[in-house]
């Protein structure tokens, strides 16, 4: 049974004010209500005033998925009623969008390039928010800070073969948004999706409300269960919008097709069409995400891996570039693979961690002044005082200071003889073949330097101890 | 010169909805002049209710930009003036605080939707106000009442502040005794504001002149035929013929699209009102509503409440000309009407610089002679033509009169040509002595 999925998506634009007002953006840490004026109020006789910033970033996002900007576009009216839209309606675009007709090169599920094709890009403004007062409330508040927030609505050719296409689909779409300087996926309720779920041959269900990414291949795996299970069990799918409920992670029926809104869509009278193709030939574009994945392999002659992990965030590649001239091999792996993972689990940013001290630390690696393992602990150390909001000491410092400079091994003899004669068994598990005792005891040693010793070394040590009968 | 104007003016017309008893006023070219305000342009800390009960007891906290055009040059906001519910009538008597009179004949209405500015400035309560005209609200209580009043060019009056009925049609303009003043309070009022995109920066600054000479009228045999009483008619041929006396000389025109303009007008003033007053929803200002009630059933019951007939109605045309299956149907059948009639006027306008005819079908009607919507929306057939196409339009008082009651001449120009409409009628003002 084939899955046939379709995207829309919605984006908040990051420009400094709101799209047909001059309030501020920047209002995640303020109070509700306080980012608002008579515009994004929607109090009577106010008008809306285009932001050229939106509009730019549209046209950025349309040359990047090589799409056609239509030549005249316009903005209109999609009508409905609901408390947090001031105006009654939502100012929107129609039946003539910003751009048509673009693509997005991603993997499909067997590693193979793929093409998901974007039927269209339009901009439009965000409503507020109610806010659903706890305990069994009788009433609900609404903020409209977030109201006339700039989207962008990017919606997808019904491309998509499975939920895990879909989530690579948005990760690379984030990817080319975050390289536009357009979108900052950090921001809560940045991107909102709407999906088209269908079995090959069924009718066609709308997924409304998923408002993260990790949600998206939830509700789509759900989706998909759902009407293949109703499938195979000889039901038919009824089509219908359904709402995502993330904490469940289930998805609800919400209307059926007959009971579909009218939102009686007109052209806006206050806003002028909009021709804007003539400036598409003037933006300049950044190197994008796969330019930048093919130029870090041949430059740095790193892994399609670790390529494709450091490209995909382009803090990320930025950081990574300013750290590679130390060692571009060794630098890639301890940026994909160990940095990275330290981040997430600080819920840091790479931006958060300063990149001279990890050079710093690179060099400390490659000179042979530490062990992989004490540089794993001075890195953790540094992400921990940066995290403390603190300055992050040089890494040369934190080993001086704790006198972790990698040791001769002749130095540690002592504590390996000391490891091999506490832990008789391990030995004798050795000599009667165990390779895992061995492993064992270098543990032991480690432990007892502090990582200060190569394990490697150290293994040959230990083995040859044991075999020398020293003990 | 700075001060504050005294206001407390007889109002037996009901003209006003709010007068403010003392209106402060500053330097300038109109500094201390005492100006009415109708009551849909937004006026800071001055209760502003589109004549509506569902706005009672909003002020809004800002100025429209024709408002703050006034401020600036030192006009006394002296009060709002009475109109009919959101500009939704051609009588002044759907507004919800009672009807405005005429001064010419109390038992008569001054016409709408600016009844209450037509009304002040004819009783002489004040010697100018700002009226809106979306299908001919300043041209039509002006005719009744015996004033002069001008729609400008869509575009050239910012509609920042101005509630909105039918946005693509409405313009802000000028009401007073003669064209002189018209031409005063234009050159203040029409100054560019960035804040609506609809407007084109082409600021009125023009002395009228009676110099017409050479001027080709162009007469629609349209503006004089069926449904034009025949001594309304006759009174606006007079008219024109003083111009002719004047310089210039008349040529026939026509404008066929004329079939479609009502038709045409009433589909996009009802659709785009009833988007437009969709945010009338009791939440964020006017009567609050119940919110202990779910909200679609408080939206509900609050604008069956507080919204008049009239205005149901509208919203209720409107939503459904732009409904699904029917929008195709009459709102797109509509956008085709518009733009043949566009068309037509600038066809006319080859041969013609200015187009005369009537501004209203008949003398004022009697207070309640008119219950019936569609007589009603009949006679504003010769006012909406100029709203669809966007031209300039004022109607200027005719030296005759039928039955003692005044007749509009209407006049109407080329987009952008507002100089040339204020100065023929300025010319026929000079003509006949008035």
Known sequence: MKTIIGLEVHVQLSTATKLFCSCSTDYQNDEPNTHCCPICLGLPGALPRLNRKAVEHGLKVAKALKMNVLEESEFARKNYFYPDLPKGYQITQYDRPLAVAGTVEIEDDEGHEKIVRITRIHLEEDPGRLIHVAGGSSYSLVDYNRSGIPLLEIVTEPDLRSPQEARRFLNRLRSILEYLEVFDGDREGALRVDANISIEGSERVEVKNISSYRGVEKALTFEVTRQKNLLRRGQSVTRETRHFMEARGITTSARSKEEEQDYRYFTEPDLRPLRVAGMVAGIDLPELPTARKERFMAQYGISLNHARTLTGDPRLADFYEEVAYVDPFLAATWVADTLLGELNYRGMRITDFPANRFVELLALIRSGTITETVAVQVLREMLDTCAAGRPCEPPAMIVKREGLVRGESEEFAEIVRDVIAANPQAVADYRAGKKGALNFLVGQVMKETRGRADPRELGRIVAEYIDRGEV | ?434
């Open chain 2, 1 to 434: 010169m700075a001060g504050t104007l005294e206001f407390s003016p007889d109002d037996r017309y009901n003209a006003f909805i709010t007068t403010c008893k003392e209106a402060p006023f500053s330097d300038g070219v109109l500094a201390g002049t005492p100006i009415a305000v109708k009551d849909n342009i937004s006026t800071a800390g001055i209760e502003t209710t589109c004549g509506s009960r569902i706005l009672e007891g909003y002020v809004p906290p800002y100025d429209a930009h024709v408002v703050e055009l006034l401020r600036r040059e030192g006009a006394a906001i002296v009060g709002k003036t009475n109109m009919d519910e959101f500009g939704m009538g051609t009588t002044t008597e759907t507004s919800a605080f009672g009807p405005t009179t005429n001064p010419i004949d109390t038992s008569r209405v001054p016409g709408g939707s600016s009844g209450g500015s037509a009304a002040a400035v004819a009783a002489g309560l004040v010697p100018m106000a700002l009226g809106t005209d979306t299908g001919g609200s300043i041209r039509c209580p002006a005719a009744f009442c015996g004033i002069v009043g001008f729609k400008p060019t869509y575009g050239r009056v910012s509609r920042y502040g101005l509630i909105a009925y039918a946005n693509s049609l409405e313009q802000i303009g000028p009401m007073a005794r003669n064209v002189e003043e018209i031409s005063r309070l234009l050159s203040v009022i029409a100054r560019y504001d960035p804040r609506d995109s609809t407007m084109i920066d082409r600021p009125y600054k023009h002395q009228p002149s009676v110099d017409i000479e050479g001027l080709r009228i162009g007469v629609p045999e349209e503006y004089f035929g069926e449904g034009v009483d025949a001594r309304v008619a006759e009174t606006v041929r007079d008219a024109i013929s003083v111009l002719e006396e004047m310089g210039a000389r008349t040529v026939q025109v026509s404008i066929p699209g004329m079939r479609y303009a009502l038709a045409a007008y009433y589909v996009i003033c009802t659709g785009e009102a009833s988007s437009n007053l969709a945010r009338f929803d009791g939440l964020r200002y006017g009567p609050a509503v119940d919110t202990r009630k779910p909200w679609h059933e408080a939206y509900r019951e609050i604008r069956q409440e507080k919204f008049g007939a009239e205005v149901r109605r509208r919203i209720m045309l409107g939503t459904f000309a732009l409904s699904a299956g029917y929008a195709g149907r009459y709102y797109a059948k509509a956008q085709i009407a518009r733009r043949n009639i566009k068309e037509d006027f600038e066809r006319a306008f080859r041969s013609a610089d200015i187009i005369a005819g009537p501004t209203m079908p008949t003398v004022a009607f009697r207070l309640g002679e008119k219950t019936d919507p569609l007589s009603l929306y009949l006679s504003d057939i010769l006012t909406v033509p100029a709203n669809l196409a966007g031209i300039p339009a004022i109607s200027v008082p005719c030296a005759g009169s039928v039955d003692g009651l005044p007749v509009g001449l209407q006049l109407m120009g080329r987009r952008f040509e507002d100089e040339r409409v204020i100065d023929a009628a300025y010319a026929y003002e000079q003509g006949v002595g008035r």
